[in-house]
């Protein structure tokens, strides 16, 4: 299995940053924070082509995980990308099924596969 799921859009940067936070608001989740990384990179000297990341979350998923092991919280919330590279633009997010293959006594294997199909869908939406 990937690590990501990753996929590219016909949109411009800065209107698939939005489409991914009008996704993630329309599939239940609230967006938290929305880092500009090559903006604070470009604050120190780095210059790069644009990349975004996008913390979300949806109280309930992230409710039961920590119910099962409080240190799940190291991984959450829940992160979708969205950058450029060779002239295109992608967006992407750790698969969020993972995390129970890291914390396998907190048996959260069908939270996480819930989360997961509800991410790929935020990141579809926001693609199309």
């Not at 799921?5 to 936070?21: C, D, F, G, H, L």
């Not at 995980?65 to 295109?88: F, H, N, R, S, W």
């Amino acid at each position: 299995m990937d690590l990501d799921y990753t996929v590219s859009t016909a949109k411009p940067y800065r209107e698939a940053v939005e489409a991914v936070i009008g996704s993630a608001e329309a599939h239940g989740f609230r967006v938290q924070f929305v880092h500009d990384v090559a903006e604070t990179l470009a604050e120190k000297g780095f210059d790069r082509a644009p990349v975004s990341i996008i913390e979300m979350c949806n109280a309930g998923f992230a409710s039961k995980v920590l119910d099962a092991d409080i240190t799940i919280g190291l991984m959450l919330p829940c992160p979708v990308m969205v950058y450029e590279k060779d002239d295109q633009v992608w967006i992407a997010t750790m698969r969020p099924s993972l995390i129970a293959q890291f914390f396998p006594d907190a048996e959260i294997g069908s939270v996480a596969d819930e989360v997961e199909g509800r991410m790929v869908a935020i990141i579809d939406s926001a693609a199309e």
